[in-house]
Each structure stands twice: as C-alpha cells, then as structure tokens.
C-alpha cells in the first residue's frame, strides 16, 4: 500500500500569487495598503508607464472641453506680455500672438504626454527627502512607487474638471492651468492667481492623492500612519509653496491691468 506524501512541517508555504500591474490601477482604489505592500520593492517603470499612457489618453479625449480653459490662460499671458511692453506696435503684438499660438499647439500635447513622469519623478525626489524627515527612510525607487501609484485619481480628476467644463463656461472661471474639480469653482473670473493657487491645493484629487502618498509612505518603511502622513504633508507643503511662488510670479506679470 502506498504511503500518502506528507510534507516536512518546516516546509516553507507556497507563495501568494502576484497581482498583475494592472490589477494595481483597481485595487489603489479599494485597497492601497495591499498595492503598496506588493510593490515594497520599489520597482515603478511599467506603472509609471501605464499611468502616463492613462493620462495621456484622458487629455486627448478630453481636449474639446477643457481647449477653452487653455485659452483663456494663453490670453492672459498675452496680455501680461502685451502689458509689459507698452511701446509694441500692433503688427508686432499679431506676430507675438502668433508664435505664441504655435508654441502652445506643441507644449500642450508635449506637456501631457512628459508631464506625468515629470510630476512623478520630481514628487519621488521630494518624498525621498521628507521621508527621511519624518522617520520613514525610502529608497529612491520605494518614493517613486508610491508617487506613482498615488497619483492615479489625477486620471479621475482630469475626467471630473472636463465635466465641470462641459457645463461650465471657462470665462466665468478664474485663469487655470488645470482643470478645476474644487474651491476654485467658487472664485470670481478676475480672483487672482494667489488665491487661486492655494485653494487649487484643496482640490478633493489633490487631497486623495496625498492621503494615499502618507498610507504608501507607511507601508513601504513598514513604520506607523502618523510618520506616512507626516511625510505626505511636507510634500503637499513644499508643492503648494512652489505653487505660491509661481502664483505670485504670475500676479507681478499681470500688474497694471486686469485679466483681458
């Protein structure tokens, strides 16, 4: 008779099937602490490339609705052009216009499609600092995870600010330079671009995604919520000051007038 197989009762157990990348982009959203428990070892390239591609197709497919915004924000850095040199002749402010016209059919598109590994890359830089501050030490490509995976419902939000737009006339806004989806839609169409750039730093995305950086935080340096979240809020902290910064940069350009 045939002795039944017994394995040894140190045997190691089998190991969890791992989650496709995919799968990543769905769970995020349901269970983050899972995501980011898988991708401890800091390995971003293929998500990061799924994120950019999902953020790329959603400005293309949304680029009729939130084209007016872009406008209106290409017509107020004319303007501040204009403003500041007082003595161009009309011809020359035409010609200005127009190359202005023809960068901004470029950058827009380039933008879109380098922006997100951009934003992500800078956020990893930041994270692997602030980390560090706040007790919870990442490597490099751990920051570069969570920066990606965290930055996911900015896909949702790009979707959410064309639909606000498609009910919304951009002229009634304030000058944007994304599409809004939070307080801003309560500001006035001449709020300037301080007040605009710090409740732009409220936006319910915004707030999602550093929610998720702190739990991503936390589980990567297997550390406690509160060092994530502390980490999380220097890095909202140090974008919002940049944002401040290019904000008050912006409202010297457009001193002497109003928007046009």
Do not use: H
């Amino acid at each position: 008779m045939t002795e039944p197989t017994v394995a040894p009762a140190d045997a190691a157990p089998a190991p969890e099937k791992s989650a496709a990348v995919w799968e990543d982009f769905i769970d995020v959203f349901t269970q983050p602490s899972a995501v980011f428990a898988r991708r401890r070892e800091g390995k971003f390239g293929a998500a990061l490339l799924i994120l950019m591609a999902l953020m790329t197709a959603t400005f293309f497919a949304t680029r009729p609705l939130i084209q007016p915004m872009f406008d209106r924000m290409f017509d107020a850095q004319t303007a501040a052009v204009a403003r500041s040199n007082p003595n161009m002749s009309e011809e020359q402010r035409r010609s200005m216009q127009s190359s202005m016209e023809r960068m901004t059919s470029v950058m827009l598109p380039l933008g879109a499609v380098v922006g997100t590994p951009i934003l992500v890359l800078i956020s990893a830089a930041v994270l692997f600092g602030t980390s560090r501050l706040a007790g919870a030490a990442l490597s490099f490509g751990q920051a570069a995870t969570v920066a990606t995976y965290a930055n996911v419902p900015r896909v949702l939000g790009g979707i959410a600010g064309a639909a606000v737009l498609a009910v919304k006339d951009a002229n009634e806004l304030p000058v944007l330079q994304s599409a809004p989806t939070g307080p801003v839609l309560l500001l006035a169409r001449d709020a300037s671009p301080l007040l605009v750039a710090v409740l732009s730093r409220f936006d319910l995305f915004t707030i999602w995604c550093t929610v998720l950086t702190g739990i991503g935080v936390a589980v990567m340096a297997r550390t406690a919520r509160s060092r994530g979240f502390a980490a999380a809020a220097m890095l909202w902290g140090v974008a919002s000051l940049w944002a401040v910064l290019s904000a008050l940069r912006a409202a010297a350009a457009m001193a002497g007038g109003g928007v046009e």
